[in-house]
């Protein structure tokens, strides 16, 4: 079945540090999803991207969709200790109403002041 | 605008009890409805999903069931819980074509005696 690879699976940076993460898949989506979840929380849109090369941005964050469609990268720049939580990515694939959603298994951030 | 309930937000039950959580949505019609578990802060996995009312689709195979009696109500149900079903329960939605992003809810903390 379809397989994520997110990276890294945790990271600790200092306040003011930019940080990068991705995820790689085996198979073609045609959306991809970013998500941030604090603790007790469900997790929340941060950028969704539609097509490939797409580079979008939120405030600090930017997100592209890779031209080969297999992966997609988040870039937050000048962290701030709000920052900290787990960031998931997520792909969907064409096919079916059902919407399903194939997710990563996060990237912890904890962001040192 | 859309937003979507879940209750409660935390839960203690012994083994053996029965378990019924809810999920409403507001502010849209006819979406897809999704129930989530996610164990020890990371990773969720699907466990339901709904593309209208009284349609369940299950994907793993579990001691938990799924029913939709109205279109914007989604209840996750077990006769008799498990150990192994404690967790953190989400519920998401997303559009009725499926395409785009699930939104997902404040999630249940189940924790099971």
């Known amino acids: 079945g379809q397989q994520l690879n997110q990276s890294p699976q945790s990271m600790f940076i200092q306040e003011g540090e930019d940080v990068s993460m991705n995820c790689t898949s085996s198979?073609?989506?045609?959306?991809w999803l970013w998500y941030k979840q604090e603790p007790g929380e469900g997790p929340v849109l941060l950028i969704a991207?539609?097509?490939?090369?797409e580079l979008t941005s939120n405030g600090r964050l930017t997100a592209q969709f890779g031209i080969t469609r297999k992966d997609s990268f988040l870039n937050i720049s000048a962290s701030i200790p709000s920052d900290v939580g787990i960031y998931f990515c997520?792909?969907?694939?064409?096919?079916?109403?059902?919407?399903?959603?194939?997710f990563g298994k996060g990237t912890k951030l904890s962001v040192k002041p | 605008s859309q937003t979507i309930h879940q209750w409660p937000a935390t839960l203690v039950q012994p083994v053996g009890s029965p378990l019924s959580l809810e999920c409403t949505v507001e502010?849209?019609?006819?979406?897809?409805l999704y129930w989530y578990r996610q164990a020890a802060g990371r990773g969720l996995q699907l466990l339901f999903y709904?593309?209208?009312?009284?349609?369940i689709s299950s994907e793993v195979p579990q001691n938990l069931s799924a029913s939709r009696p109205q279109d914007r109500q989604f209840i996750l149900s077990s006769k008799k819980l498990l150990l192994s079903d404690s967790g953190f329960y989400l519920c998401?939605?997303?559009?009725?074509?499926?395409?785009?992003?699930?939104?997902f809810g404040d999630g249940t903390r189940l924790s099971i005696l």
């Open positions: 998401a939605w997303s559009n009725q074509e499926g395409m785009g992003p699930q939104h």
């Open positions: 198979s073609i989506f045609n959306t």
């Open positions: 991207l539609y097509k490939a090369g």
């Open positions: 997520a792909g969907q694939a064409d096919g079916g109403s059902q919407g399903n959603l194939i």
């Open positions: 502010g849209t019609s006819n979406p897809n």
């Open positions: 709904s593309v209208g009312i009284g349609q």
